[in-house]
């Protein structure tokens, strides 16, 4: 970064702090300039398989890949066009938003946009733009302004093969040519400090039968991925400008049980109470494994979580009333009991252990 972005201080008046809100143009200006160094890959792909479970050789090839396109840099082109293919609730989406956080190191280069709301060809100024004199003329689109505050990034495509198919050949000057148009104004962006990410379920019971293979490597299913999204009608002029299709596998045994405890720790938290230590009865996990593994739900493990966080959510609120700061939840049947732990035990769990808790 160039020039200082040192807060001034008050015997030392900058222009900046007098004329402008320093803090909100030093926050822009670090952003804008932040440099993506090379990747250390190893460290990488260590974080990444620390946080998104079960899809260690998928996190491998999207790093290898990620760390070639960014040695050699294409003029005029992003630095990747990336396709996350595969089941939902599999981490296609979460392995996008963790590797933005961590290669730039804040969540604000990371672009997200749900390509659901673009079904329609009408909501396409939206997210380009719209041309002086028709709707939404005076407002520029998502995407100008996003490239525009934050070239160095993540532009997550969420769920690409639901936007309509003339808002997905819109996107090819950004990645044949580099820029986007803004229509408003007919300024341009640069897309080539971006990387382009964008998820799919199409040709998923394809992919997940070919991934079911463990003959079959990651690199083999990445390409037979690719033939799979042919066959499924994705749109072909997209697929020939991706760089990478990437095939997510379905989760398994004991990582469908890991993404379901955590799933259980981030809904336990919002409600600002902690699991107490080895705190979720093994029986719950045991009861979700199953349930995926037999009722193959269609929004993936996720669904069995929010099965759980339905039956525990009036039990977090009791025990928060209550001034709890910790609990446990037991098997109950096909419920789950949420047992708060008294604070004052809370606070010597080893010597308290599990006949402290209460009802
Ligand atoms: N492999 C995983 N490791 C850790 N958490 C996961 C994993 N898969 C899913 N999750 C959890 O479930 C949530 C939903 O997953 P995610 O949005 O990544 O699914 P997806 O593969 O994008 O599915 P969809 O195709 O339906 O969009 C995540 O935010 C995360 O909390
Ligand atoms: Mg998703």
Not at 92 to 104: D, F, N, R, S
Not at 164 to 176: D, E, P, V, Y
Not at 320 to 343: C, K, T
Request: proline fraction near 5%; aromatic fraction near 6%.
């Amino acid at each position: 970064m160039t020039g200082d972005a040192k807060k001034p201080t008050a015997g030392n008046r900058d222009p900046l702090a007098r004329l402008s809100n320093f803090d909100v143009l030093s926050d822009k200006w670090e952003a804008k300039s932040r440099e993506l160094t090379l990747i250390d890959p190893v460290e990488l792909a260590s974080y990444l398989k620390s946080k998104v479970i079960g899809q260690n050789s998928v996190i491998d090839s999207v790093v290898t890949r990620l760390h070639r396109r960014m040695a050699a840099k294409r003029p005029n082109k992003p630095i990747a066009v990336f396709c996350f293919a595969g089941a939902p609730g599999v981490g296609k989406t979460y392995l996008a938003q963790v590797l933005a956080e961590k290669i730039y190191g804040s969540p604000k280069h990371l672009h997200y946009i749900d390509m659901t709301k673009f079904g329609s060809e009408a909501s396409s100024w939206t997210l380009f733009g719209s041309a002086a004199g028709h709707v939404g003329s005076s407002r520029p689109g998502l995407l100008p302004r996003y490239l525009r505050d934050v070239p160095n990034s993540i532009v997550l495509l969420d769920e690409i093969e639901k936007a309509h198919r003339s808002i997905l050949t819109q996107f090819l000057s950004a990645w044949n040519d580099g820029f986007i148009t803004e229509l408003s104004d007919g300024s341009k962006h640069s897309t080539n400090e971006a990387i382009f990410i964008m998820t799919t379920n199409a040709g998923r019971s394809r992919i997940a039968e070919l991934a079911r293979d463990p003959k079959i490597t990651q690199e083999e299913l990445n390409k037979l991925a690719k033939s799979a999204l042919q066959d499924a009608q994705f749109a072909p002029e997209v697929l020939s400008r991706v760089d990478d299709v990437f095939a997510f596998r379905e989760l398994a045994g004991l990582d469908i049980a890991r993404v379901v405890a955590l799933e259980i720790e981030k809904a336990t938290k919002s409600y600002n109470l902690e699991i107490a230590g080895q705190g979720i009865d093994p029986e719950i996990l045991v009861s979700a494994i199953d349930e995926f593994t037999q009722n193959k739900p269609a929004g993936g493990v996720r669904e069995i979580a929010r099965h759980i966080e339905d039956k525990i959510a009036d039990g977090l609120i009791e025990a928060r009333r209550n001034g709890a700061n910790e609990v446990m939840f037991e098997a109950d049947g096909s419920d789950v009991r949420v047992v708060a732990v008294p604070p004052a035990e809370a606070e010597q769990p080893a010597a308290s252990g599990n006949e402290t808790v209460s009802r």
